[in-house]
């Protein structure tokens, strides 16, 4: 039954390299559009908040899959320039789409973590003769972080799923190997086998992450002074109530 | 130091500060008493800029704190006009507003460092020097997390005092202190008032504290100053009814 299982594992392996660019890539412009586009939602003035904002509605609010192929595809045919055409393009392709699709939510994580800084830092800020720059980067960002990172873990993992989205755009990562397969009758009947150890593959690097944030949380909260309460106190603490 | 001229500030409909005319000369110690929502701290919010003014034009030596000449006109203050002019004043908190993400000493160095441009090393010596005053030299590392209500209170006066101000602001600042912890940060408070020139202006429920350290005391009631007085008279021959039954109020609490 397992005969050919190394086959499989070999082939969705092939795929690994690609599935990891994609997710950190994308994890990495996720971050800097999050950031940018967060920090710009709260400016003060119109001409910054309203394009940032028409950026966050618009990868928010339309589908992922339609995005992929309008810039991989469409936008190909339209310029008469063939973006996607080899494995590297399509992936670069692949990694910019995850990296706005999902810092178009990061960006209302980081705007809703400063605004829940309570307004005393900003008035000690500004009591301070900080700039605005400087109580964002030096007071409310540093406080904003503890409170986006349980967010950012669950993005990133949203992240990690929908990389196989590139699977259609001919980047060869593990989904799209692991699709080859099928085309073979011979494996018909271990399908099952392949597609679960392609789900393992993806929880196992989802688990990498969350182990990543949850390292990052504890850092985090260490630094505003408040520790992270432990399991046993958060259920000694949930037994009581 | 510091003049209200025709100040009127209205939250909505609310009018917290009704047509507010008063100065301050430098070195004076001038506090604020009056029932709660009377507006005094919106007084100092006003002066600290967290506010605007709605009518009126406040003046901080010499100078519009929310309105800037241009060509002979007044005009709103921009950001830079307004770090210009917060330059002049400190202010310290009734819950402190220390920064948890920073430890003491960085607490107290970060303002002299970013906004009056000192170097790392003469803001680090001169906050260490403050720190010894307010007697907290042991807790240069905690974080603000891990020090008593009274402490970080005495942090937060070195924070206001290392950005070297002409006036200080004190919002209520025993209010959220525990009994016992309230005397010490009174007695510091009229240590610094006595051996430095700051000019004060201090909000307070304190009353014994109010007639042993200040100059002139102002009663606030709705938005008005009802009486401004050396503190002698106000507090034993007040002469409205109200201000009578005001500290009659506190003091029997007391």
Known sequence: MFDNFDIYLDRILLGLPATLWAVFGGIGLTIVLSFAAGIGLLSPRRWVRIPVRVYVEGFRGSSEIVQLFFFAVALSIFLGIPLAATPLNALMIGIMVLGLNHGSYGAEIVRGAVQSVPRAQHEGAVALNFSPAQR????LLPQAVVEMLPSLNNLFIQLVKGSALLSLIAVPEMTKKADELRAIPAFAQDLWMIYLTLLVFYFVISVGITWIMRLLETLAAARVGRPIPSREKALARGGAA | MIRF??????????????????????GEFVCLIGPSGSGKTTILRLLMTLEKVTEGTIYVEGRPLSHMDRNGSLTPADEKYLREARKTIGMV???????PNMNVLRNVTEGPIRSLGKSRDEAEQKAKELLELVGLSDKLTAKPGQLSGGQQQ????????????????????????????VTGVLHLLKDIADSTDITFLCVTHEMQFARDVSDRVMMFDSGR??????PEKLFTDPDHERTRGFLHAVLDRA
Do not use: C, H, Y
């Open chain 2, 225 to 230: 100053v009802l009486e401004d007085a050396a």
């Open chain 2, 154 to 181: 005495r942090v937060a006066i070195a924070r206001a005092l290392a950005m070297e101000p002409r006036g200080m602001l004190l919002d209520e600042v025993t209010s959220a202190l525990d009994p016992e912890l």
């Open chain 2, 5 to 26: 001229d025709n100040v009127v500030k209205r939250f909505g409909d609310l009018t917290v500060l009704e047509d507010l005319n008063f100065s301050v000369t430098p």
């Open chain 1, 136 to 139: 964002m980067w030096r007071v």
């Open chain 2, 93 to 99: 908190f009734q819950q402190f507003n220390l920064f």
